[in-house]
């Protein structure tokens, strides 16, 4: 579970990272990671098929609960996440009210059109104490339409 607080989150998101990396991986022969993140342009560099990729990685722990899913989109009264990603794909590993995890793919573009076309059904304040994270929160079946499942 997240903690709602940056210092002891980001353990566990590079952690998160790295699981996402192996994964990639394991799954897309010829896949190698180049670099994790350390700044907020990417968590992972990668190449593939002779091309360098980007992706961003971002976990919901909430999901097991509400059966949602958040997309971030402000953060501390600036544009974040979604509205400034240059990472050209996100993976996201969702938790389930059932223990497991769902690990899902998506082109950022997507995501972004998925928002710009209000596909979520509210807009919430999550995050951090003191953070005001905006995010769009989806139901996690139309989360699911636009993404490849990839664990």
Do not use: W
């Not at 996100?90 to 950022?108: E, M, P, S």
């Amino acid at each position: 579970m997240p903690n709602y607080d940056f210092n002891k989150d980001l353990p566990i998101a590079k952690k998160t990272e790295r699981e996402v990396g192996q994964l990639m991986q394991s799954k897309y022969t010829g896949f190698k990671v180049l670099k994790y993140g350390d700044d907020n342009r990417f968590d992972i560099l990668a190449s593939f098929q002779n091309k360098t990729m980007t992706f961003e990685v971002k976990e919901d722990f909430t999901h097991a609960k509400t059966g949602n899913v958040g997309l971030e989109f402000s953060c501390r009264g600036k544009l974040s996440g979604i509205s400034v990603s240059k990472a050209e794909y996100y993976i996201y590993k969702i938790h389930n009210a059932d223990g497991t995890c769902g690990i899902y793919l998506f082109r950022t573009e997507v995501l972004k059109k998925m928002a710009n076309d209000k596909l979520y059904f509210r807009i919430v304040n999550g995050g951090d104490v003191g953070s005001n994270s905006m995010n769009y929160l989806f139901k996690d079946y139309v989360f699911y339409k636009y993404a490849k499942k990839i664990g």
